[in-house]
């Protein structure tokens, strides 16, 4: 059964075979004019253009989409959906990769999946961020011993400026147990 939350493209089509159909709806008249590459300010870093990737996807090569790091560079700044001449909902789409993306759990993408997820699961049990908990949940996560050595150095001058907390992780009060439990049923309803 596939959820869906509000905001969130449905990626089912009946049989589940076709995950970009719904991403190349969003970009099927595209004209291929290179205004969404002109207008991007992340272009740069990009191994391919907004504009070869909306080719990629309409010509179905899933494989190719998400080896490259395009739509995961995307800051959802909107510029290419404001000047695209044929108001197309190009940020949406680039959100739409994302989320099949974090989905089907690619690897390449599992960092930044396991950061989020980290980041929510401190937020859920205290209504708030606790950096020094956000951070040990995430390297626990990573399972990497020597990832957070690598941070030692910055955390140790932030402690020390008072910016960050030395905290033990804990269950906390559950400040916003209600709102992530409605959120939850909200995705399970059809």
Same mark, same amino acid.
């Given at each position: 059964m596939?959820?869906? %939350?509000?905001?969130?493209i449905?990626?089912?089509?009946?049989? @589940?075979?076709d995950?970009?159909?719904?991403? #190349?709806?969003?970009?099927?008249?595209?004209?291929?004019?290179?205004?969404?590459?002109g207008?991007?300010?992340?272009?740069?870093?990009m191994?391919a253009?907004?504009?070869?990737?909306?080719?990629?996807?309409?010509?179905?090569? &899933?494989?190719?989409?998400?080896?490259?790091? $395009?739509?995961?560079?995307?800051?959802?700044?909107?510029?290419? $959906?404001? #000047?695209?001449? #044929?108001?197309?909902?190009?940020?949406? !789409? =680039? @959100?739409? *990769?994302? /989320?099949? +993306? !974090? #989905?089907?759990? *690619?690897?390449?993408?599992?960092?930044?999946?396991?950061?989020?997820?980290?980041?929510?699961?401190?937020?859920?049990?205290? @209504?708030?961020?606790?950096? =020094?908990?956000?951070? $040990?949940?995430?390297?626990?996560? =990573?399972?990497?011993?020597?990832?957070?050595?690598?941070? +030692?150095? *910055?955390?140790?001058?932030? =402690?020390? &400026?008072?910016? %960050?907390?030395? /905290?033990?992780?804990?269950?906390?009060?559950?400040? *916003? !147990?209600?709102?992530?439990?409605?959120? +939850?049923e909200?995705?399970?309803?059809?």
């Amino acid at each position: 059964m596939t959820t869906k %939350v509000k905001g969130e493209i449905d990626f089912s089509d009946g049989a @589940g075979s076709d995950d970009l159909a719904p991403v #190349r709806k969003m970009v099927q008249a595209c004209i291929q004019c290179g205004t969404c590459t002109g207008s991007c300010p992340n272009e740069f870093a990009m191994d391919a253009t907004p504009r070869r990737l909306w080719r990629l996807v309409l010509s179905g090569q &899933k494989e190719e989409i998400f080896q490259s790091k $395009t739509f995961s560079l995307c800051s959802a700044c909107y510029y290419c $959906t404001l #000047r695209c001449p #044929r108001g197309l909902p190009l940020t949406e !789409a =680039m @959100g739409a *990769l994302k /989320q099949i +993306a !974090a #989905r089907e759990g *690619l690897s390449q993408y599992r960092q930044s999946s396991l950061f989020y997820k980290s980041f929510l699961e401190s937020v859920r049990r205290h @209504g708030r961020l606790r950096e =020094m908990e956000f951070m $040990t949940l995430y390297f626990n996560a =990573m399972k990497n011993p020597l990832l957070p050595l690598r941070f +030692a150095a *910055l955390g140790m001058k932030l =402690m020390l &400026k008072g910016k %960050v907390a030395l /905290q033990i992780p804990s269950k906390g009060n559950g400040a *916003l !147990a209600a709102l992530f439990r409605k959120a +939850a049923e909200l995705e399970e309803a059809p």
